[in-house]
C-alpha cells in the first residue's frame, strides 16, 4: 500500500525525493482557527538544516515553506493544509557513479529488491531529507500544544562513548551539538572534527520530553501512547532503538524499584516514563532513541552492483559524521505529532472532560 | 477512538477483560485456503499459559479455543475468522479489597483518568491476558507465513542482571525460562525462588528472530518494516524498550564498524537486523525488547485511592514474579502477524513478482 | 484486505456466517459510561427478526445478545463492547442440494470466483442474517444520539408499485409492512399472500430520517455525511439504489426549485436533505434506499454448477418475498452508527463548541 | 478528523481552494514501473475544465500538471506521486459581496457552522474545483487498469426532463454535452442558451460504466464495490443519488424479472449491474448518478447572513448552469480509482489467482 501517512485524526502525508523538485506534506485534520504563517516554519526548520555548522552535511537548503492551502486570512480553516519546500542546492551528479550499486547500510539495495527501480540521486525518497516535512508539520503540531499547555523538547545525550558530564536543559539551544553540558563542547568539536577528517561516522542517543501532558491520553491496547511513540521515532533515519522512561534498565530493575509510588503530593519517582497501560499518568513523557552511525563514509567498503558483481563503494556526497546531531527536531516533531493526535482521539472518544480524580501531580511533571 | 485493533490488511480486532464472560478476536483479510482447527491453538497457548510452572502466576485457564466464523470444512474462507476463549478461573475476589486504589506501576490510575470508570477485576482490559488472544491471532499468521518459508522464534536472554553464558536456540523450547543456555537453569530456579519468596519480581530481556524473511517486506516511510515492529512490541504489557539490530549498542559505534558489507557471498554481518530503510534484507529479522518487572508485589507500597488520599497497597493476587518468563510467544505472535500484514501490503503494491536483482545471502539468513 | 469493519472512531467489527456456530461483533472506540444491558437489544432485533409475520422467512432465531465485554456494573467502560449471537434455528440441510450450484442473483458465484472457496450454507457471509449484528451495534449509536438529542426512523414508503395514500410516521411501527398508511394495510397483505403463493418476490423502497442533527457533522471532502450514509445503505444486502433529500428527481428539478432558500425563521425547504457540502445543516436528514427483490424463488432459474455445466436451480429454504419488509431497522441502525461516527469525528477536529452562529431552524427540524 | 484522503492502497489526498494559490493531491500506493509523464494528464483535464463551451463556467484554467516526486526516468518509482496545479484565474472579487452570507444551496453555511470560519472565495474548499484532482490521479487509475483490461466511460444520459432518444456510446466525446444521441444536440444547445438566459440552471444525470472487470473485485462486507461506488459518486459535488445496475427501478421488479440468469453462455441479463454480493461478476459495471441543479443562480434568492439578518443573494461568479455536463470524467475518474484499489486489496488477500471456475461470460462485458 506504501504508507507515507502519519497519524490517525492529525493525519500527516509527505512526499518527494531528496533532490526532485520538491518536497512537502499535506495536514489534515488540524482544528480550525490556530494562527499559522510562513514564517512560523523557519525556527525548526533551521535547528534541523544542514549546513549549520561544519559538523553536518554541507548541503544548504533555503527551506522556504509555502501554505498552499487550508489557511485563510492567517488561521487555520479546518481544510487540509499542504506545505511546499522547494530543493534547491541537490547535486545529483554526485550520484551518478552509484547508481548502479548499492551503498552498504543504505536504502538502496532494499528500494531495488521492493520496487524493482529507485531514484538514486541522493537516496530518493530514503533520504534524511524527507524529515524536514515532518520537522514542518511539528510546527503545526508545537503550536496547538502549546495552547493546551503541553511543550516537547529534545537533546543529544549521548555521541559515541561521550555521555554528559552535567544535564542543563538550559544550554541545548545554544549548542551546535543539541548537548547538555556546556563545558564539553570544546572536546566535542575536536571529537568531530577528527572523525570528519578520518571519514568515519559515529552513532548518538536523543532524549526526547513531553511536559504538561495531562493524564488520559492513549489509546488501549494497539494504539499505546508508547507504542505510537515507538513506531514514530522508529521510523525517522537511522534509528535503530527506543525506549520509554527506564527502557532497558528496567531489565536489571526489581519491581520494588521499578514501580513509581504516588501520594497526594505525587509521583516519587517517573521509571514508567509517562505512560502506564499505555495511557499518560500526568508525568513527563520520557523518550531515548539510538541512531546508528551513517553509513555514507569517505572510506571505501565492499559491496555489490545490480549486476550481482562484486564492487567497491566511496560515498562522496555530502553527509554528516553524525546524524544524530540533526535529530533532535525530528524527535520533537515526532513527538507533537503522536500527541497532538491522541490529544484528537481522546477528546473524541471521552469529550474534554478533564480528570474526574483529583490528579496525582507528578515528578518532572 | 479506541483501538482495538492491530494491522492493515490482516486486521486483527482483540476484545475482553481478565475477569469478564470471555476473551476473543476477529483475525479480518486471512487469505482462504489456509487448513485450520481449534487443536492448531493448543500448542502456543500453552507456551503463554499461566500456571505452567511454579515460577509463573498460577491462574490456570483452559484456553480452549472456539472458532466461531470463517473456516469451512476446516479451511479458511476469505471472511472473518473469530475466536472465543472463555474465562473459567477468575477469582475477581482478590480484588475488590483494591477497586478504589490505584496500584503503583499499573494502568488502574490511567483508566481511571482517561475514561471515568474501569473495570478493576485483575486489571480488566489492560490485563495480559488480552495476549492470549495475540498468541491466538498469531498461530494464523506463523502457519501462512511457514507456507511462505518464513518462521519466528523468541527465547529469554537476560532476567534481571543474568546474561546467557552460552546461546543455543535448540534448547529453549525445554527450557522453563525460554532461556538459550540449559547449565543455568537450575541458578535461574534458584534465583526465582528466592525472588517469588521475598515478594519482588525482576525484569528480562527477550530476543526475537525471523528467518527466511524475503528482501523488500516493509514499507516506507511511516508504515516501516520496524517502526511497526516496534509498535507491536512496544503495545506488549510491561514492554519499556525495543531495539532493532545493534539497537543502542549502534550509539557507540563507528559507521565502518556498524555498516553490513555486502559481496556475491551475503552480507558480511547484520548489524542492521535485516531491515535498511525500513524494508527487509533478506536477512535475519533480529528484535530485542525490553520488559519491566511487573509491579504487582506482595510488598506493600504507597499509593493514593479515588478520593485522593493516601492508603498502602499490597496485591494479593496471582502474578508472575518476572513477566517476561512468558512473553517469548507473545513477542512471536506480535513479529508473525507484522510480517504477514507487511507481505500482504507488499503483495498489494508490487505483486507477488520476487526479487529482480541476484539476491545477496545474508548472515543468519 | 477484507473489510468487516465499518466507521472510523466508532469502529464495528462484525463476523459470522448465516449456519454457522454463533455471529458477533465487536464496537470499539465507544464513549464510556453509557448505561448498556443484554435486554437493551431486545427490541430492535425483533423489530428486524425473521418469523414475525407470515409474510417473511419462517426462520425464527431467539436472537439472544451475550455482552461478552466493555461493560462493567451496566455501563461501558471504554473499552470493545463485544456481542455474541448464537445461532440455533440454522437447517443446512435445505442447501445441500445446491452447494455445487450458482443460485442467480445471489452472491455464490462472486464469492466463489473471489475466494475460490465458499460457506454455502444459508448463503454463508453474504446471507443477510450478518445484519443482526448490524442492528444490535446501532442499538448502542440511538443511545448516545439519543443523549444528543438525535433520533432516527424509517418505513416502507414504497412496495413494488405500491405507493402510499397517505403518510403517517405514528402508524409505522404498529403495522406489519412499517407502512405508513394504515388503511392499505389489508391490500398489501393480500397483494403480499398472492406473491408468496406465486413463488415470486417483489423490491421495495425504505425511507430513513434523522431528526435532531445539529448542523456542522461531516467531513468534507471525501468523508461527506452523504457519501458516508450511501456507502452505509449501499452495503446492505439487496440495496440497488440510495438517495439523500430530492435524489433523482433533483436531476429535473431547475436550480430555482431545489435550493432551500433561508430566513431568520429557518429553511423554507429541505430538498438537500439536511446535507450541504458533505455537512448537516440542521435539518431532517433524509435518506431513500432501494431495495432489490430478492432473488431466492421457488420459481426455477437456469444457472450453472461449479464445472460450469447448465442446471436449473429452485430455492427451497426459508425466504422473504420482498426482503425491504426488515429493512427499515437496519437503516436506522446504519444511520446511526454513520452519526454518531461523525459526531465524534466532529468532536475531535473542532470541539463541542456548538454552532457559531444562530443556527437557522430547519424545515422538519 | 478532516477527510481528504480517498482508497484504502491507492490512496488519493487532496488538497486546496477554489481560489488558492494552488490545487494539488498525492497518489500513494502506486506500483512501481507505470509511465507517467505530465501530458498524460492533458487530455482529461481538458475534458473535465470549465470554458470549454458556452454551455460551461467560463473561467479558464491552463491546468498544467506538475508531478513533484513518485516519478524517474518516466516510471512511477513506488513512492507518493505528488501532483501540483497552480489556479491562475482566480477572480476572488467576484466574491467580495457574498463572504458573509449564505448562499442557498451551497456549503457556505455549513463550513461556517462546522468550522466558525471559511474561505469565501469561489466556495474555498467546497468548491467543484477540487474535482480537478479527482481528474487527474484517476489518469493514473485508468493507465494502471487499461494494463489489466479494464477501461471506464460515462456520458451524461439526461438533462432536465430531456433523455437520450438514441444511444451510441461513439458520439459521446464528440459532444459538447457528453451526450449519446448526436441528432439532440441541436435542440440541446437551444435549451441550455435559454437556460442560461434565464439565470436558471437544471439538474442531470450521468451513467459510468466499467468493462473488462474480472469476477472477484470487491470487499464483502462493508467494503463491497457498490458501497464504495456508490460513496465515490456521492462524494462528488451536487451529486444527490447513486444507483448500480436497476436501481431504483428494481423497487418495481418482480425477482423473477431482476435475477440474471446464467447459462455456459454467460448471463442472460445485467440488472445487477456487474456486482452481487458486493463482488464484481465479470459483467460490466453500471452506475447512474443523479446531480442536482448548481444553487449559483443570477436569480435572486432569500438567505441570512452571519448575524443571522435576513438577506437576498443574487451569485454574480462564473458558473455552469448544468453541473452535471462537466461531471463524465470525474465519475469516469472515481470510478477508475475504486477499480484500482479494489484490485490492489483483492491482489493482497486472494493473490492474483485468477477466476477459479470457468468464468461465465457476460451481457455487456
Same mark, same amino acid.
Given at each position: 500500500?506504501?504508507?507515507?501517512?502519519?497519524?490517525?485524526?492529525?493525519?500527516?502525508?509527505?512526499?518527494?525525493?531528496?533532490?526532485?523538485?520538491?518536497?512537502?506534506?499535506?495536514?489534515?485534520?488540524?482544528?480550525?482557527?490556530?494562527?499559522?504563517?510562513?514564517?512560523?516554519?523557519?525556527?525548526?526548520?533551521?535547528?534541523?538544516?544542514?549546513?549549520?555548522?561544519?559538523?553536518?552535511?554541507?548541503?544548504?537548503?533555503?527551506?522556504?515553506?509555502?501554505?498552499?492551502?487550508?489557511?485563510?486570512?492567517?488561521?487555520?480553516?479546518?481544510?487540509?493544509?499542504?506545505?511546499?519546500?522547494r530543493n534547491t542546492d541537490a547535486r545529483s551528479k554526485d550520484y551518478a557513479a552509484i547508481a548502479g550499486?548499492?551503498?552498504?547500510?543504505?536504502?538502496?539495495?532494499?528500494?531495488?529488491?521492493?520496487?524493482?527501480?529507485?531514484?538514486?540521486?541522493?537516496?530518493?525518497?530514503?533520504?534524511?531529507?524527507?524529515?524536514?516535512?515532518?520537522?514542518?508539520?511539528?510546527?503545526?503540531?508545537?503550536?496547538? /500544544?502549546?495552547?493546551? @499547555?503541553? &511543550? +516537547?523538547? *529534545?537533546? #543529544?545525550?549521548?555521541?559515541?562513548?561521550?555521555? %554528559?558530564? $552535567?544535564?542543563?536543559?538550559?544550554?541545548?539551544?545554544?549548542?551546535?551539538?543539541?548537548?547538555?553540558?556546556?563545558?564539553?563542547?570544546?572536546?566535542?568539536?575536536?571529537?568531530?572534527?577528527? /572523525?570528519?577528517?578520518? @571519514?568515519? &561516522? +559515529?552513532? *548518538?542517543? #536523543?532524549?526526547?520530553?513531553?511536559?504538561?501532558? %495531562?493524564? $488520559?491520553?492513549?489509546?488501549?491496547?494497539?494504539?499505546?501512547?508508547?507504542?505510537?511513540?515507538?513506531?514514530?521515532?522508529?521510523?525517522?533515519?537511522?534509528?535503530?532503538?527506543?525506549?520509554?522512561?527506564?527502557?532497558?534498565?528496567?531489565?536489571?530493575?526489581?519491581?520494588?524499584?521499578?514501580?513509581?509510588?504516588?501520594? %497526594?503530593? $505525587?509521583?516519587?519517582?517517573?521509571?514508567?516514563?509517562?505512560?502506564?497501560?499505555?495511557?499518560?499518568?500526568?508525568?513527563?513523557?520520557?523518550?531515548?532513541?539510538?541512531?546508528?552511525?551513517?553509513?555514507?563514509?569517505?572510506?571505501?567498503?565492499?559491496?555489490?552492483?545490480?549486476?550481482?558483481?562484486?564492487?567497491?563503494?566511496?560515498?562522496?556526497?555530502?553527509?554528516?559524521?553524525?546524524?544524530?546531531?540533526?535529530?533532535?527536531?525530528?524527535?520533537?516533531?515526532?513527538?507533537?505529532?503522536?500527541?497532538?493526535?491522541?490529544?484528537?482521539?481522546?477528546?473524541?472518544?471521552?469529550?474534554?472532560?478533564?480528570?474526574?480524580?483529583?490528579?496525582?501531580?507528578?515528578?518532572?511533571?
Amino acid at each position: 500500500m506504501s504508507d507515507n501517512s502519519f497519524g490517525r485524526l492529525l493525519r500527516v502525508t509527505t512526499f518527494g525525493e531528496s533532490h526532485g523538485p520538491a518536497i512537502g506534506c499535506v495536514v489534515d485534520g488540524c482544528p480550525p482557527g490556530i494562527g499559522l504563517a510562513p514564517e512560523d516554519f523557519a525556527h525548526d526548520l533551521a535547528r534541523r538544516a544542514t549546513g549549520r555548522s561544519r559538523h553536518t552535511s554541507q548541503r544548504r537548503e533555503a527551506d522556504e515553506v509555502e501554505i498552499l492551502s487550508g489557511v485563510y486570512e492567517g488561521r487555520t480553516t479546518g481544510t487540509p493544509i499542504a506545505l511546499l519546500v522547494r530543493n534547491t542546492d541537490a547535486r545529483s551528479k554526485d550520484y551518478a557513479a552509484i547508481a548502479g550499486q548499492f551503498r552498504p547500510g543504505h536504502a538502496d539495495y532494499t528500494y531495488w529488491q521492493k520496487y524493482g527501480i529507485r531514484d538514486p540521486r541522493g537516496g530518493g525518497r530514503s533520504s534524511a531529507r524527507e524529515t524536514t516535512m515532518r520537522v514542518a508539520a511539528g510546527v503545526i503540531a508545537k503550536k496547538w /500544544l502549546a495552547a493546551k @499547555g503541553v &511543550s +516537547v523538547r *529534545a537533546c #543529544v545525550s549521548q555521541i559515541g562513548e561521550v555521555l %554528559p558530564r $552535567g544535564f542543563d536543559w538550559g544550554v541545548v539551544e545554544d549548542s551546535p551539538f543539541f548537548w547538555p553540558c556546556a563545558e564539553q563542547v570544546p572536546e566535542l568539536e575536536a571529537f568531530m572534527d577528527a /572523525l570528519r577528517k578520518s @571519514g568515519d &561516522s +559515529v552513532g *548518538a542517543r #536523543v532524549r526526547v520530553q513531553a511536559l504538561g501532558v %495531562p493524564p $488520559g491520553w492513549g489509546e488501549p491496547v494497539y494504539g499505546k501512547l508508547d507504542a505510537e511513540i515507538a513506531a514514530a521515532m522508529m521510523s525517522i533515519n537511522a534509528v535503530k532503538g527506543v525506549e520509554i522512561g527506564a527502557g532497558f534498565a528496567a531489565v536489571r530493575q526489581k519491581g520494588s524499584e521499578h514501580r513509581d509510588l504516588m501520594s %497526594p503530593q $505525587g509521583f516519587a519517582s517517573n521509571h514508567a516514563g509517562g505512560i502506564l497501560g499505555g495511557i499518560s499518568t500526568g508525568q513527563a513523557i520520557e523518550v531515548s532513541v539510538a541512531f546508528k552511525p551513517t553509513s555514507s563514509l569517505r572510506l571505501p567498503g565492499a559491496t555489490v552492483d545490480v549486476s550481482g558483481a562484486p564492487v567497491e563503494v566511496v560515498t562522496t556526497g555530502r553527509h554528516d559524521p553524525c546524524v544524530g546531531l540533526r535529530a533532535p527536531p525530528i524527535c520533537e516533531a515526532m513527538l507533537a505529532l503522536v500527541l497532538m493526535d491522541q490529544a484528537l482521539r481522546h477528546r473524541a472518544q471521552c469529550g474534554d472532560v478533564g480528570p474526574v480524580v483529583p490528579r496525582v501531580p507528578g515528578e518532572g511533571s
